[in-house]
């Protein structure tokens, strides 16, 4: 069993930047593929980026590639989420996501967060 506990979120002005952090509870987590992924109002769940096991692989969806930054510490059990350069429309519920496949999809994760709040003002 893994629980996931983001946080980080908050209010930011467009162009400014934000770390979100996601801490994972056990003893297995480098064995866990980690994604985000992020839900704004309305709209459905979507994709942010992935990050493999030993954090030696990472990918993102198109939309943040060169302004997000996944990584982690395995020693900390701690998966992180660098932004920068914010846009209103990063605005959204940012969850983190623990599984065992690769490459991630929303559908194979077995453990999500709870979510923490990112709102970008324009």
């Known amino acids: 069993q893994v629980q996931l506990v983001e946080s980080g979120g908050g209010l930011v002005q467009a162009g400014g930047s934000l770390r979100l952090s996601c801490a994972a509870s056990?003893?297995?987590?480098?064995?866990?593929?980690m994604g985000w992924f992020r839900q704004a109002p309305g709209k459905v769940r979507e994709f942010v980026a992935a990050i493999r096991g030993s954090g030696a692989i990472s990918y993102y969806a198109d939309s943040v590639k060169g302004r997000f930054t996944i990584s982690r510490d395995n020693a900390k059990n701690t998966v992180y989420l660098q932004m920068n350069s914010l846009k209103f429309e990063d605005t959204a519920v940012y969850y983190c996501?623990?599984?065992?496949?690769?490459?991630?999809?929303?559908?194979?994760?077995?453990?999500w967060g709870k979510g923490t709040l990112v709102t970008v003002s324009s």
């Open positions: 056990g003893r297995t987590f480098s064995r866990y593929h």
């Open positions: 996501a623990a599984g065992q496949s690769w490459p991630i999809a929303a559908t194979g994760m077995d453990y």
